[in-house]
């Protein structure tokens, strides 16, 4: 990452408030093709049919609406098994070790147990979500998990060749999730039930943890990459998204800041995520990458609210929590804060080579292969970038309490009183 165009972006932070909002809805109409016109429509178009519109895809319950649905989209962080129901075996969650702390199997979640958002949905006194590419016996009564593990916020064809990357991408989700409201209301047949449940939509709470992926695949893309540009039309695909939901009929929205990558363990073990460290042995330029991000999603969230003041646009600083534990861990009962608990070795336990959940393999002449630590509590990060489940609960936590929701937003009270 080049430092002085890192250095440029601080300081457009530091003097840009006043216009921040003019630069930004200006941006919008750089936004990449919607997936229609994407590079990678073909094998996206045919993810959405196998979904949504496929003879096989049995739903065995849907939507329930004595009270709000959930409905979640981003990537690894909250994916529940996209990624492990339409293409199985293809990912590192979908092999040992991961999900053997509490599921006792792999279920594809990128975690040793639950996510934070598992998490959560035990705390609201819901089951989890089922995802939306789940092709046989879906549960929707709850809501519908979109998420999907690889996938960024931007339809960007620069991320399209990594490995980990995915098409289904935060804007392709926007789309199922219209599919599949639409396919919804059309399964009612009268005007009363169809006008009831478009009330439903309304009162349902829409989730987000995107845009992580769009900085984490920075390191692999080299130094011809301009941090600010970068954060500018990451945060222009977020607003088309959340504006589009919110013409569907969205009106509550929470969404989640990215967390600190110059601290996780993937990016710290990555020579190509080169940087400066901070006095707690994070890498400066990722971690002030990171914040750039976060500022122009508030500001974005806080223009939201001026010009949609109908909607709550509700920010999860989930940000501040990690952030804060990397900084005083002994306040969360954790020794390793920079090492994942699972990995195949090096300073950090997380080599590039080998991550955990591959198969074992040779490396110029020597055998690598992962292994899981003996306590995860005692950790923050379990492979890459994804918390153990442990640590999940302190992030859980600060959404289920409130403490981390801004503005203030007591998200029981709404499952409540609805």
């Not at 250095?7 to 750089?30: E, G, N, P, Y």
């Not at 339809?155 to 919804?184: G, H, R, W, Y």
């Not at 501040?320 to 990995?343: E, F, S, T």
């Not at 442990?390 to 029981?412: C, D, E, K």
Request: glycine residues 8%; charged residues 20%; proline residues 5%.
């Amino acid at each position: 990452m080049s430092t002085l165009k890192l250095c440029t972006a601080r300081a457009v932070m530091s003097t840009m408030k006043a216009s921040v909002t003019k630069v930004l809805f200006r941006k919008v109409s750089s936004v990449p093709p919607r997936a229609s016109n994407y590079s990678c429509s073909f094998c996206t178009l045919f993810l959405l049919i196998m979904g949504a519109c496929s003879s096989t895809h049995t739903v065995v319950y849907g939507l329930t609406i004595s009270r709000p649905s959930i409905f979640a989209f981003g990537a690894s962080m909250v994916d529940s098994g996209s990624d492990f129901v339409a293409m199985p075996l293809r990912s590192n969650a979908d092999f040992d070790p991961y999900g053997s702390d509490y599921f006792g199997k792999p279920v594809g979640r990128w975690s040793n147990g639950r996510t934070f958002f598992d998490l959560i949905m035990e705390g609201l006194g819901y089951n989890y979500l089922d995802p939306y590419l789940k092709s046989t016996r879906s549960d929707f009564s709850w809501g519908v998990n979109f998420a999907y593990s690889g996938s960024t916020a931007r339809n960007s064809s620069s991320f399209s060749e990594l490995a980990n990357s995915s098409p289904i991408t935060f804007l392709v989700q926007v789309d199922q999730f219209k599919v599949f409201q639409s396919q919804m209301i059309s399964n009612e047949h009268g005007y009363a039930e169809k006008k009831k449940l478009k009330k439903h939509f309304s009162k349902s709470i829409y989730f987000f943890e995107t845009a992580g992926n769009d900085y984490g695949y920075y390191a692999f893309l080299g130094d011809g990459y301009d941090p600010l540009e970068n954060v500018l039309e990451t945060i222009a695909s977020i607003r088309q998204g959340l504006k589009s939901l919110y013409d569907s009929g969205g009106r509550i929205f929470i969404v989640m800041n990215v967390t600190p990558l110059g601290c996780s363990p993937g990016i710290l073990s990555d020579s190509r995520a080169s940087g400066s460290f901070d006095e707690y042995g994070c890498k400066l330029d990722w971690i002030e990458l990171v914040q750039l991000h976060n500022f122009y999603l508030t500001d974005l969230l806080e223009n939201l609210r001026n010009t949609l003041p109908d909607a709550k646009w509700i920010l999860f600083d989930a940000h501040d929590i990690l952030l804060d534990a990397y900084r005083n861990p002994q306040n969360y009962g954790v020794l390793y804060p920079l090492k994942a608990c699972c990995g195949s070795g090096g300073e950090y336990n997380c080599r590039g080579e080998l991550t955990c959940g591959e198969s074992p393999k040779y490396v110029n002449g020597t055998l690598l292969q992962w292994k899981k630590c003996e306590d995860p509590t005692l950790h923050i990060i379990w492979d890459t970038v994804h918390p153990v489940e442990s640590f999940s609960r302190h992030i859980s936590n600060g959404f289920l309490l409130g403490t981390h929701l801004f503005p203030p937003f007591n998200i029981t009270e709404v499952i409540n009183s609805s």
